[in-house]
Every structure is written in structure tokens, then in C-alpha cells.
């Protein structure tokens, strides 16, 4: 099982709309991710291996994490899908 962080700059709205719609995408897929809610403070410590935010932070992130997804659209459930298929196959 993989340990995920969904995040953003304040840890409020975005990344908790962001955090059900993953959630809702790892359900419906049945992938093998577990997700929980931060913000940005939430990397200290943080030994998870993904990390899903908005997408002008990923890009600050991307060297501070094992690999960071970030997402354009947080209601496009297709983009999600399509973002967590791309981490999934570069874990094999």
C-alpha cells in the first residue's frame, strides 16, 4: 500500500475538495493508495511516497518529495486518474 499526502499552501478548501475527489478516484479504480489531509507544514516528517497538490505548487515541491503530482483542475476526476496511473507506472 502506498502513502499518500494531499496538500495545498493552507491545508482548507482546495486540498480537502482536492483530498475527496482522489479518495473518490482511488475507490473507484481500486488503487492501492492511502490518502490523509495536511498542508505544506505537513512535509516535515512526511515519509509517504506521493504527494498530490495544485499544480504551482507541485513544481515548488517537486525536489523536497519522493514525487509530486500536481493537478490543474481539482474536479476532473479524469485528470486525477490519468496523474495516479502515471505515479502507479513509474513504480514498476
Known sequence: ????????????????????????VISEQKMDLQVEHGNLDSLVGFNGDVVITMEDVAHEIANQVPYAIGIRNIMDKEEIKAKLDEFFNSKK
Open 1 to 24: 500500500m502506498y502513502k499518500g499526502l494531499v496538500a495545498c499552501r493552507a491545508g482548507m478548501g482546495s486540498s480537502m475538495l482536492l483530498k475527496i475527489k482522489v479518495e473518490q
